[in-house]
């Protein structure tokens, strides 16, 4: 039986539209990178093993959802797959600084979808009161 808060967050991602949950991914895939980095800082590898793979996961459902019609995407698979490559030797070879470069690009990749996801908003309300 799930939890009220488990049921609230499950409500939220059944609910979320499309860009939105890719956001959520953006945040999950960072969550898990910054809490795997303290587990190796803090030697429980095991730890860091399963919340890095969380990490390494979101980035392959990445790689395999991006439809490659689109330029951004043939831009954006190399980006994925250096990503991928620096959070499996981050984990390893527990080497921090590995992780922290997987963290760095995640981070960018995420705030500019934020701002992405914020300019569409504008333009979708500006193009209503045109109507």
Same mark, same amino acid.
């Given at each position: 039986?799930?939890?009220?808060?488990?049921?609230?967050?499950?409500?939220?991602?059944?609910?979320?539209?499309?860009?939105?949950?890719?956001?959520?991914?953006?945040?999950?895939?960072? &969550?898990?990178?910054?809490?795997?980095?303290?587990?190796?800082?803090?030697?429980?590898?095991?730890?860091?093993?399963?919340?890095?793979?969380?990490?390494?996961?979101?980035?392959?459902?990445?790689?395999?959802?991006?439809?490659?019609?689109?330029?951004?995407?043939?831009?954006?698979?190399?980006?994925?797959?250096?990503?991928?490559?620096?959070?499996?030797?981050?984990?390893?070879?527990?080497?921090?600084?590995?992780?922290?470069?997987?963290?760095?690009?995640?981070?960018?990749?995420?705030?500019?979808?934020?701002?992405?996801? &914020?300019?569409?908003?504008?333009?979708?309300?500006?193009?209503?009161?045109?109507?």
């Amino acid at each position: 039986m799930l939890n009220a808060a488990e049921e609230y967050r499950r409500q939220q991602v059944l609910n979320a539209p499309p860009e939105q949950l890719t956001l959520m991914l953006y945040n999950g895939c960072l &969550k898990f990178i910054e809490e795997g980095t303290v587990a190796v800082e803090e030697k429980k590898y095991e730890e860091a093993n399963t919340l890095l793979q969380k990490a390494q996961r979101i980035i392959s459902e990445f790689r395999v959802t991006l439809n490659m019609d689109y330029e951004i995407s043939h831009q954006l698979l190399p980006l994925y797959n250096y990503v991928y490559d620096r959070l499996v030797e981050g984990n390893m070879k527990s080497d921090t600084s590995k992780l922290n470069e997987a963290r760095e690009i995640i981070s960018e990749l995420r705030d500019a979808w934020a701002e992405a996801m &914020k300019k569409a908003r504008i333009e979708r309300a500006q193009a209503k009161k045109k109507v």
